[in-house]
T-cell receptor, first 112, second 116 residues
């Protein structure tokens, strides 16, 4: 069964800190992996997409890495801001037919 | 493009009634996904389509749930009859097929369903 685990489930840090969110997946036969952000009561916003052939992808203060062989991905957020407070979801897409599976998310709170 | 459009945004219905959720994917996208999100179970994939054809409906919880995609620009998720435990936020998403690596998926704003 394809499962995605995100650690920690919740994280609260003061503004300005650099932080790392972790994601692990049981089936390494992925096509790509996306990181999403979800604000309370809202839809999902795609942050970064890493293809299976890539090792990392950067967008502004965000950097996502992918180690397909070990089934792990990390999302690094530099110089965190209160506006980064949201739930972050890891979602690998599987080669069997583009099936996207979600982790349970990390609820991030940045304290001013 | 306006993105993935879902309607209605909110739906409150009585137990036993039929509920139909609607989705318009991004033009040109080949894949369409229906997800359900609850506090207890997170985001669950219910069904997805490729070029209007259902590929995997193993996530559909019961026969009360059905989904159709009559054309490339419209899909429906129907629950008949609805039950209180169906209360959740239902998301539709779409993506473009560019094998061997697919492009990112874009999500609609969701439909919050409450069955009383």
């Amino acid at each position: 069964k394809q499962e995605v685990t995100q650690i920690p489930a919740a994280l609260s840090v003061p503004e300005g800190e650099n932080l790392v969110l972790n994601c692990s997946f049981t089936d390494s036969a992925i096509y790509n992996l996306q990181w999403f952000r979800q604000d309370p009561g809202k839809g999902l916003t795609s942050l970064l997409l890493i293809q299976s052939s890539q090792r990392e992808q950067t967008s502004g203060r965000l950097n996502a890495s992918l180690d397909k062989s070990s089934g792990r991905s990390t999302l690094y957020i530099a110089a965190s801001q209160p506006g980064d407070s949201a739930t972050y979801l890891c979602a690998p897409s599987y080669s069997s037919a583009s099936k996207i599976i979600f982790g349970s998310g990390t609820r991030l709170s940045i304290r001013p | 493009d306006a993105g993935v459009i879902q309607s209605p945004r909110h739906e409150v219905t009585e137990m036993g009634q039929e509920v139909t959720l609607r989705c318009k994917p991004i033009s040109g996208h080949d894949y369409l996904f229906w997800y359900r999100q609850t506090m207890m179970r997170g985001l669950e994939l219910l069904i997805y389509f490729n070029n209007n054809v259902p590929i995997d409906d193993s996530g559909m919880p019961e026969d009360r749930f059905s989904a159709k995609m009559p054309n490339a620009s419209f899909s429906t998720l129907k629950i008949q009859p609805s039950e209180p435990r169906d209360s959740a936020v239902y998301f539709c998403a779409s993506s473009r097929d560019r094998r061997p690596s697919n492009t990112e998926a874009f999500f609609g704003q969701g439909t919050r369903l409450t069955v009383v």
